[in-house]
Nanobody
Framework: QVQLVESRGGLVQAGDSLRLSCAAS????????MGWFRQAAGKEREFVAA????????RYTDSVKGRFTISRDNAKNTVYLQMNSLKPEDTAVYYC??????????????????WGQGTQVTVSS
């Protein structure tokens, strides 16, 4: 069993940066691929970024490429999402997730077995 706890998000202005973190419990965390998803009001939860078990492979949705960076520190059981040049359309609840069945990053929501509680990020124009 893995428990995931996201850091607090916040209210920022367009163009600002924000870093989210997700702390994981469980000794097998380091073998799991990790992902970030987001859900805007009235919309489906969508993939944002994912990282392989060792951090060697990352993938991003097109809308955040070049602006967001996912990383992980297995010694600290933590995955990060650095978000730069934020836009109002990035406003959403952000969730981190763990895939226990694969060490490779997936963009498919159903691949993930464990989810955090979510944290609100609001970007004002």
């Amino acid at each position: 069993q893995v428990q995931l706890v996201e850091s607090r998000g916040g209210l920022v202005q367009a163009g600002d940066s924000l870093r989210l973190s997700c702390a994981a419990s469980g000794r097998t965390y380091s073998s799991y691929a990790m992902g970030w998803f987001r859900q805007a009001a009235g919309k489906e939860r969508e993939f944002v970024a994912a990282i392989s078990w060792n951090g060697g492979i990352t993938r991003y949705t097109d809308s955040v490429k070049g602006r967001f960076t996912i990383s992980r520190d297995n010694a600290k059981n933590t995955v990060y999402l650095q978000m730069n040049s934020l836009k109002p359309e990035d406003t959403a609840v952000y969730y981190c997730a763990a895939d226990r069945n694969s060490g490779l990053p997936s963009a498919i929501r159903s691949s993930y077995d464990y989810w955090g509680q979510g944290t609100q990020v609001t970007v004002s124009s």
